[in-house]
């Protein structure tokens, strides 16, 4: 086991990370160092966690509740492209490229979420290279499987080729 001191908190963190299939290839201390880089959200049934033009600047994992992603079409109607409960994430390209978020979030229940937020991150770069680097490889894959959905989805609704 871990010899850093954690707080209630941090130690929660860190249990919620173990149960995440993300990082499963993680130690335990790998997982302490980042679970103190880390912190809850609560959200309110019916409030945003960011709206689509936010600037991107966390990620996070919903612990409890569900979250709606909801992104504007081009006649400007609102259509909900995912709901994400329990260990799904949210806003790692945010981390990323810091650029506007693509859609909003809302909470359609009561939500607690654990966050990495671009300074914990760079905090936790500045203290564990490495491990740094582990958690942007363990991102890019999500984003990766990510894309391969959305391609696929797109594939399903596109015109088939003559």
């Known amino acids: ?37 880390m912190s809850y959200v609560h959200l309110k ?20 509740g569900l979250l709606e992603v909801v992104k504007k079409s081009e006649t400007g109607q609102s259509v909900v492209i995912a709901r994400l409960a329990k260990g799904n994430s949210i806003g790692e390209m945010g981390l990323i490229d810091k650029s506007p978020r693509s859609a909003t ?3 359609r229940q009561p939500t607690l979420m654990v966050t990495l937020t671009d300074k914990g991150f760079d905090m936790l770069t500045d203290r564990s290279p490495i491990l ?14 990510y894309m391969r959905r959305t391609s696929s989805r797109l594939a399903d609704l596109m015109q088939p080729m003559v």
């Open 1 to 37: 086991m871990s010899a850093l001191i954690l707080s209630e908190s941090e130690e929660d963190t860190r249990n919620f990370l173990l149960s995440l299939p993300i990082f499963d290839s993680l130690d335990v201390d790998e997982l302490t160092i980042l679970a103190q880089h």
């Open 45 to 64: 049934r019916g409030e945003y966690l960011f709206l689509e033009g936010d600037k991107g600047s966390f990620m996070g994992f919903v612990v409890q």
């Open 105 to 107: 979030v809302i909470a």
């Open 132 to 145: 740094a680097v582990k958690v942007i490889q363990k991102i890019a894959r999500l984003l990766s499987l």
